[in-house]
């Protein structure tokens, strides 16, 4: 595996927006197999300990989120989205409804 130079994939500050736009997506042909892990969280609770060990099968944790209401998408621990619950093929999938800029995780 080569190494890659952050500044192969960031634009130096002296290249003109015209250049920017001359870019696709095989530029990022060199990051393609790098792994991410991606969290889809439809809620959270705190429990104390005692809580948790009396959970059994049936058990209801109720989550800080309300019904119908958007979930977080995290990929490596970082919020990039928010999105709804689907069901694709009878299986669950997270259709992205909101991307999450910088500062905007508030």
Known sequence: MSDLKLDELTPTP???PAD????????LAPVYD?????????GRANLEVASLLRLSRGSVIELDRKVGEAIDIYVNNRL???????????????????????????
Do not use: F, H, W, Y
């Open 80 to 106: 990039v989205a928010r999105g709804e619950v689907v069901v694709v093929d009878e299986r669950l999938g997270v259709t992205m409804t909101e991307i999450i800029k910088d500062g905007d995780a508030a």
């Open 34 to 42: 790098v792994p991410v892990n991606i969290q889809a969280v439809l």
């Open 14 to 16: 002296n290249e003109a």
């Open 20 to 27: 920017l736009g001359e870019r696709s997506a095989s530029d």
